[in-house]
């Protein structure tokens, strides 16, 4: 009986190994979605440089939708920046997205009304620019503590404007178009 104990327990040792080795997950893969910082944002605090976070765009209403959902991993010096048309309240939530992060609300002048720190992943509970706001710039939980951001501090980046413009144009068409009206040319 000893005997048969110690073949099975060879056995089920030699079996876990032969399929944890084949398995078809890449461990050195990332989990979930990548994001591509092309874009870089400057943060002042009056004419001084407090720091520098690189960023990808969300543009378009389907990117600001996904926004940074399955992102597991995300250096501490990138983020990504949600860019609206006009300056209103803006509501956000975390489901789906795994990390904890800071947002930053800013007026259309770039500067920041409000700040959400700490933001708890996965939460379904809508977290609110408190007021107008027309970008968003969200980055790892901390960020802001470390690099003491408060409101009031201003930021700027360069972006293709005419491209950003036209992608304005396109979705504004679409919501026109749909409600039976005349398609606008952009």
């Not at 073949?7 to 080795?21: K, P, T």
């Not at 010096?77 to 800071?102: I, Q, V």
């Not at 409101?151 to 036209?166: F, I, P, S, V, Y």
Request: charged share 25%.
């Amino acid at each position: 009986m000893q005997r048969f104990e110690i073949y099975l327990s060879v056995f089920l040792i030699i079996s876990f190994n032969f399929f944890s080795c084949n398995s078809k997950e890449n461990p050195t893969e990332p989990l979930g979605r990548t994001i591509n910082p092309d874009h870089q944002v400057t943060i002042y605090d009056g004419d001084e440089t407090v720091t520098v976070v690189y960023v990808a765009l969300a543009r378009t209403a389907s990117e600001r939708r996904t926004g940074l959902m399955d992102v597991h991993e995300l250096p501490f010096d990138t983020g990504m920046l949600f860019l609206y048309d006009d300056e209103r309240l803006r509501s956000f939530w975390m489901a789906n997205t795994p990390l904890s992060l800071d947002m930053l609300f800013l007026n259309r002048n770039r500067e920041i009304v409000h700040i959400r720190r700490n933001t708890t992943p996965y939460s379904k509970q809508s977290i609110s620019s408190k007021l107008p706001a027309q970008y968003v710039l969200e980055v790892n939980a901390g960020f802001v503590w470390v690099y003491d951001i408060r409101k009031g501090m201003r930021m700027d980046w360069e972006l293709d404007e005419l491209a950003h413009r036209r992608i304005a144009c396109i979705e504004s068409s679409i919501q026109v178009s749909r409600t039976g009206s005349k398609y606008r040319k952009c």
